[in-house]
């Protein structure tokens, strides 16, 4: 066995191990998605990078950590494909203040309520399209037969 304090110790601070306890057990998607976790790491800055897939395309990128400077909990959003976990540097980040949205020391739940939103959001978002191209699509076949003369 492990000790207790020792469990888990991946390198990611307290507070984004909650996020990602938060997340993995309230994330309910639809079957053609996926989230997938990474460590995210730069210097002090240590937690986890969430990515959205569908249908093996990555989506959004979503990174979870507490800030070197203020000890929030900060997330900083990204899109584009990466072979392996980003890195900061892939976060192309101005400098230390460049994030999406941070939250008070302790308020993980708060975060991890942000991080599933915010998931939520873009499966439904994209499902939406989908639809409304399927439906488009539909549309023209029916103009297209309706157009024909024999």
Known sequence: MIDIKSYLNDGANWQAQCVLSYVRSHLDLP????VEVGRYENCREQGYVFTLIKDYKQVLHIAVYEHRNIDSIVIKSFKGFFFNTPRAEDLQMKDKWDYDKSFDYG????CGKYVVDTFERETQSIDNTIE???????????NDSL???D
């Not at 308020?107 to 708060?110: A, G, L, Q, T």
């Open 31 to 34: 079957k053609s998605y996926n």
């Open 107 to 110: 308020n993980v739940i708060e």
């Open 132 to 142: 409304n191209a399927d439906f488009m699509d539909n549309l023209n076949v029916a």
């Open 147 to 149: 157009n024909t003369t």
